[in-house]
């Protein structure tokens, strides 16, 4: 028989906070992998909102060309507040 | 073969996959030397990837057969308090399967396919749900030792180095002390009710302890896949090392619900800092592994029923999902 497709399951525990991460799990469609959701990753109020993505939609970076794809951004230390010095006694800068 | 709650240990007569520690490569080794976590997409070992579906699977089908025991009792829960907390502790055991299942799929694997190696007996599950629940009391019994145990192997898991794993640890043990503490009150209330009643605590204590100790594996001498486990950061306490501290946190508790512990050897040492205590008869364990346990034959015919009764509930939910798609398609076109 068919197995189910495999979601991936996000959870907004506060109203404020981002969807986090949670784990994955099968469903036939999308509404029961909500309704799966609900009860495999909220059954002590851990969330006010889901979402459930297919693992197959999901497109993600190399571990293997993580070094060269994240480089880009190591040497412009210039990006951060603390590269840039201040003169004694400039305030609210 | 069989993982324990998080424990990974084997029948002496069974073999465990032999890593071959040579050929890491070095991406792996810098990760576990500077205690990172591995994720799914690194570069693993293959033996570390056979290590870790074999005991995640395993764990999984602990978590899932372990829910027949107490399921036994649902239905004659002594009040509707109990018995709403026993459902909803049952419930959890299932979603902790569903946590580690999803946990191995990570590592490339079917849960369809670890599902039919635990039917057809090629992946064991934890010993200790081979034993009968005989009396109410041995529903107290389970959720204070054997949950208490569960508790004691699992908790180190969460710094365990396989990423997916350590984080369905996590949510596994903040849903694990409910449970023991569920296992305590019942043992609690019991003693402190009538003689019979207080006897029949005592019974499902004195049924249950072994067992528990058990549960915590072989001792190190005998225990030859730990060192590769613990070098490989997924093992990061040794058996003996557990068990003890399981003893120490359990004998008091006995205590305070004025229950005793079957053996007459356990005292407090002074100069080891720990509680002594006798000998554990694996013989008995690795019977039960291989298939002699009470109640192994019949845990396994109840699995396997339920999953064939509801084939029919994974079809009509994949007929209706494809109705529902082809409507979908229709309309869009
Ligand atoms: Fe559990
Ligand atoms: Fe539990």
Known sequence: MRDWPLWEVFVRSRR?????????????????????????????QEGVSLWVVPAAEIVASSPDEADAFFDPAADKIYRHPTFYDVPEGVEHL | MVGVYGNDFTAPDETAPRPATGDEPETFRALLEGEGRVEPRDDLPDAYRRTLVRQIAQHAHSEIIGMQPEGNWISRAPSLRRKAILMAKVQDEAGHGLYLYAAAETLGVDRADLLDQLHSGRQKYSSIFNYPTLTWADVGAIGWLVDGAAIVNQVPLCRCSYGPYARAMIRVCKEESFHQRQGFEILHTLSHGTPAQKAMAQDAVDRYWWPSLMMFGPPDDDSPNSAQSMAWGIKRFSNDDLRQRFVDMTVPQAEALGLTLPDPEIRWNDERGHYDFGEVDFTELFEVIKGNGPCNAERM???????????????????????????AGADVA
């Not at chain 1, 404020?16 to 002590?44: F, I, K, Q, W």
């Not at chain 2, 015919?301 to 082809?326: I, S, T």
């Open chain 1, 16 to 44: 404020g906070l981002s969807h986090v991460h949670v784990g994955s799990l099968h469903a036939p469609d999308a509404e029961m992998a909500l309704r799966n959701a609900r009860d495999l990753y909220t059954r002590r």
């Open chain 2, 301 to 327: 015919a109840h699995r396997v029923r339920a999953h064939e009764d509801g084939a029919w509930v994974r079809e009509a939910a994949n007929a209706y999902a494809d109705k529902q798609a082809a409507r």
